[in-house]
């Protein structure tokens, strides 16, 4: 394992003039869907929907963004899972490590990686035109470190973990969207039985196999075959990606507590996306 990891390829696969073209036009794409297809479906939803008009209109804008980000979340799952399935270094994390035979890199990961910072860097520039909830700051902070993460371990040829942190922090996202769909339409407990699906997903597989699949062994691997400059900016960045996730988690178990002693989710973890609802209620 050291010479595989003495010897392997750090080459960037950056490409400015294939990459940044790619990535414009990608993100011209989100936001294309995103203000026509995905808005007049959530349009339609809402007006066929038994919510009152006064409701409709306090939760139109958060319906949307959820509608979006459940579209976004559900393809990149299933994209990243239909592929990875088949890769034979996926439950071997010291491999995450090292790179492709002979440094061929398939053609689905690259694509990959081209979707997912598109998306995040339209993300950012998103969220400055949504209703701004208590943790825009985190959401900012995660967004950025995510593409970070990205850009650098495309630059530095890690893109095997990459592809894995993008696959472990997509997979509960289509759930909790989904909850909060489902809150908005007011199916209380449906969104009750998404948000457990949701909780346990999000545990699982951030704060779990996450940090024991890939966190931690790539300090113990760094410090056991070499530290080289690249992997300690790698590392740094998945420890502070493992303390957003820790601090989300935090907030879910409370509300997981909450569900418990309640019987039902009265919010969710992003709380001001609640207040427009329970203030029609207090309306009527």
């Not at 038994?50 to 393809?75: C, E, H, M, P, W």
């Not at 439950?91 to 002979?102: A, D, I, P, R, S």
């Not at 056991?224 to 990606?241: D, E, N, R, S, Y």
Request: aromatic fraction near 18%; hydrophobic fraction near 50%.
């Amino acid at each position: 394992m050291k010479k595989e990891w003495n010897t392997r390829n750090f080459d960037s696969n950056v490409c400015l003039p294939i990459d940044i073209p790619i990535i414009l036009i990608l993100i011209i794409l989100y936001t294309i869907v995103r203000s026509t297809l995905i808005k007049n479906i959530a349009e339609n939803l809402l007006r066929k929907s038994s919510l009152s008009n006064a409701d409709k209109q306090k939760v139109s804008q958060k319906f949307f963004g959820s509608l979006y980000r459940l579209a976004i979340y559900f393809t990149f799952a299933l994209f990243g899972l239909s592929y990875m399935c088949g890769q034979d270094w996926i439950f071997k994390c010291f491999e995450y490590t090292l790179t492709w035979k002979n440094n061929v890199i398939p053609t689905v990961v690259f694509a990959h990686y081209y979707i997912e910072v598109s998306y995040y860097i339209a993300s950012i520039i998103f969220l400055f035109y949504e209703p701004r909830m208590s943790d825009f700051y985190q959401m900012l902070s995660h967004h950025i470190c995510t593409i970070i993460l990205i850009v650098f371990s495309y630059h530095n040829n890690f893109l095997r973990y990459g592809v894995s942190i993008m696959i472990l922090h997509d997979l509960s996202d289509p759930f909790m969207e989904l909850a909060k769909l489902c809150f908005y339409l007011k199916y209380q407990k449906i969104a009750d039985l998404l948000f457990t699906v949701f909780a346990s997903v999000f545990i699982t597989t951030r704060c779990l196999v996450y940090p024991f699949f890939v966190v931690f062994p790539a300090i113990y691997f760094a410090f056991t075959f070499g530290i080289k400059w690249q992997f300690v900016v790698q590392i740094t960045a998945l420890i502070f990606l493992l303390v957003l996730n820790l601090t989300w988690s935090f907030f879910i178990i409370k509300m997981v507590i909450s569900f418990v002693k309640k019987g039902k989710v009265k919010g969710d973890i992003r709380a001001d996306e609640i207040s427009d609802i329970n203030s029609t209620k207090k309306d009527k």
